[in-house]
């Protein structure tokens, strides 16, 4: 395996050298350097003593947890042996001190606490029972096959970081995957992908509610071809009825509108979901990751505006995309900042979102979305 060594935040380490990233015989995707940047961001803000990188492959997400952040104890696992192999390799040039070994794992003392293991991640997390504090779930595909464990794994208070990338599942381009996967009916269109994330949100409470976990959604954005989710866990029963209470489902017609409703079945035929339909942010996080973006150097280029326009989108249940209204109606697409603009003129509140270039979040009604079309003919 030839490795060439490359860099990314605060991290050097090595990658195999290939012709695509998929012909690797260890992953690494540089484009997720974003997603990579924001679980440290998230780190940082929260403060986690013990992590677990659970599907680490270089182990880049984990080191950089490591050297970006406050956490004590970095755990990082795979089971393949040549990703076992470099994470070794790729620990040591990032930490100072020596490897210990014992059997599949290795131990690296300094500073702080690196544990490098080699073996299936359901297994490593169901022998660490309520051990972490931040557990990151970012599997080639579906989470799903790690979510009992990882449930298990983290503490009653502590934070799931998930990924999902079958977002053609999550998206309605494999419903009955979806329907197997999610236990959800999701749909196809323009609301697809923020359908997608309310889905997967909504599996993981009504896992998390099996060992009384309410869920509180710290992030969770769609961007390129991923879905992610950073969401705190409330201990008690009575936190995870609240939380199931947040489910429900979304209806959309042929013009374009659509309506959605908090509840345990729907009352109405070709319904969507269930689905979470709570809030996709918490404020006072958002705040702590604009304020540590203050002194910390992204490695992607994009992480910074990404983040500050997820800061100020509307956090309402879905969107309007123009574009395909404008369609459906047989009209003129205006410039999305002229419809933002006359929105909030009609006093409601209306802003971009990453959902989206081409969408509005807005709390005005279907209607008034149109008429505002209309009038910009």
Known sequence: MELVEVREGSARFLVPKAERIYDAPVFYNPVMALNRDISVLTARVLDPKRVLDALSATGIRGIRYGLESHAEEIWLNDISEEAYTLMKKNVLLNFEGELYEEGDRSYLWGEKLVVINKGDANRLMAENFRYFDLLDLDPFGSPMEFLDTALRSVKRRGV??????????????????????????????????????????????????????????????????????????????????????????????ESGKFTYEETFLPEKPKAFGPMWLGPLKDEEFMEGLTKELEDFAPAHKKTRPFVELMREELDVPFHYDTHALARRHNLQVGKLAGIIEALRERGYRATKTHFSPTAVKTDASFEEVLDVLKSLQ
Request: with cysteine.
């Open 160 to 253: 799931l970081a998930v990924t999902a990338t079958d977002t053609g599942v999550l998206c309605g381009a494999y419903a009955r995957a979806c329907l197997k996967n999610y236990l959800a009916r999701p749909i196809r269109g323009e609301l697809c992908h923020e359908a997608g994330l309310r889905i997967l949100i909504g599996t993981i409470v009504r896992y998390a509610a099996k060992y009384d976990l309410g869920v509180e959604v710290l992030l969770a954005y769609y961007r390129d071809h991923y879905f992610r989710a950073f969401l705190r866990f409330r201990s008690g029963a009575k936190k995870a009825e609240k939380s199931l209470f947040r489910l429900g489902y979304l209806w959309q017609d």
